[in-house]
């Protein structure tokens, strides 16, 4: 069984950093942050493979950055120059099989999803 906790979320101005944590008990391959916010649906902010390939949203290139430590089964997302509008709650997921083709964004394909940790970043 796959257990994923986050850590690291909290009340930020514009342009701060955070960096949230998830620690990952179990076997798994591909990794993820979503996030929510209010009224909105989930959507991916960043992935990474089992092999350390990443992926970046858009909205958050050149802002996130995505990395794990296999040593410590943590994986980070190092978020800088926050803006109001990455305010929501981040998510952690996992996927518990290995594809031939990483696909960070398909919801459907993540097996294990953490609590979730608020993100709040003030203007």
């Known amino acids: 069984q796959v257990q994923l906790v986050e850590s690291g979320g909290g009340l930020v101005q514009a342009g701060g950093s955070l960096k949230l944590s998830c620690a990952v008990s179990g076997r798994t391959y591909t990794m993820g942050w979503f996030r929510q916010a209010p009224g909105k649906e989930r959507d991916i902010v960043a992935g990474?493979?089992?092999?350390?390939?990443?992926y970046l949203a858009d909205s958050v290139q050149g802002r996130f950055t995505i990395s794990k430590d296999n040593a410590k089964n943590t994986v980070y997302l190092q978020m800088s120059s926050l803006k109001p509008e990455d305010t929501a709650v981040y998510y952690c997921?996992?996927?518990?099989?290995?594809?031939?083709?990483?696909?960070?964004?398909?919801?459907?394909?993540?097996?294990?999803w953490g609590q979730g940790t608020q993100v709040t970043v003030s203007s």
């Open positions: 990474i493979s089992w092999s350390g390939s990443t």
């Open positions: 997921a996992a996927q518990s099989r290995r594809y031939l083709l990483d696909d960070y964004v398909a919801q459907v394909r993540y097996d294990y």
